[in-house]
Every structure is written in C-alpha cells, then in structure tokens.
C-alpha cells in the first residue's frame, strides 16, 4: 500500500518561491503517474503537474513555466514552486496512481483526480504581502 507524506509549505511574498516534497513508500513495482494537486476551500481540486515513470512532465497551463517537477531514485516527489503570486495559496497534495505503461501520458489523468491509489495529507501554501 502506497503512503506518502508532503512537506515544505509555507507562507511567502509574491515572487517567493518553495520546494515541496513528497516521501512515498510502498510502491509495487510497477510504473506510476505521480501528480500533484492542490485545492481551495470550496472549490475544484485542480491538477497542477505529473511526471511518468520514465520522466516525462506534464503541466497545467496555470503553472506552466513557474513550477518543476520530478523525482529521485529514492521514491521522493519534489514540486519547485517559482513566482509565486497570491493565486497559488491552496493546500497542496501529491497523489500517485499506478497505470499499465511506464509511457503512460499522465497528462489527462491530472483531471478529476479520480482512481488515484494514494493521496498525502496535504501541505499548506499560502503567498500573500
């Protein structure tokens, strides 16, 4: 069974930047789409990137070219949080879900957020003056 825990929120100026991470254990040995959403309080949880088990990288357009994900050999998640602007305040959660093919396009299994394995606890962002 999958576990995984973020860490890294925290509170930031516009501009500032983070570094989240997300410890998975338990992983099955198989290929995973490894995603991170984030939420707000009384709106649709949005998919915001997802890296395949061979690497490649998918991104929402509302963080297209401020945000970076990937991974490391140790099974931990990272999301490089760049420039970011009141707009990205929401809780953030790193979600894996195992798939067929280590080329598995995790790009539309960033919608909805259904049939995920695994979810973390979440980790709070919040950027404001």
């Known amino acids: 069974q999958v576990q995984l825990v973020e860490s890294g929120g925290g509170s930031v100026q516009p501009g500032g930047s983070l570094r989240l991470s997300c410890v998975g254990s338990?992983?099955?040995?198989?290929?995973?789409?490894r995603t991170w959403f984030r939420q707000v309080p009384g709106k649709e949880g949005e998919g915001i990137a997802s890296?395949?088990?061979?690497?490649?990288k998918y991104y929402a357009d509302s963080v297209k070219g401020r945000f970076i994900i990937s991974k490391d050999a140790e099974k931990t998640l990272y999301l490089q949080l760049n420039d970011l602007q009141p707009e990205d305040t929401a809780m953030y959660y790193c979600?894996?879900?195992?798939?067929?093919?280590?080329?598995?396009?995790?790009?539309?299994?960033?919608?909805?957020?259904?049939?995920?394995?695994?979810w973390g606890q979440g980790t709070q962002v919040t950027v404001s003056e």
């Open positions: 979600a894996a879900r195992g798939v067929v093919s280590p080329l598995t396009d995790c790009g539309p299994l960033m919608i909805g957020g259904a049939e995920y394995d695994a």
């Open positions: 338990g992983y099955a040995n198989r290929p995973y789409c």
């Open positions: 890296i395949n088990s061979n690497g490649y």
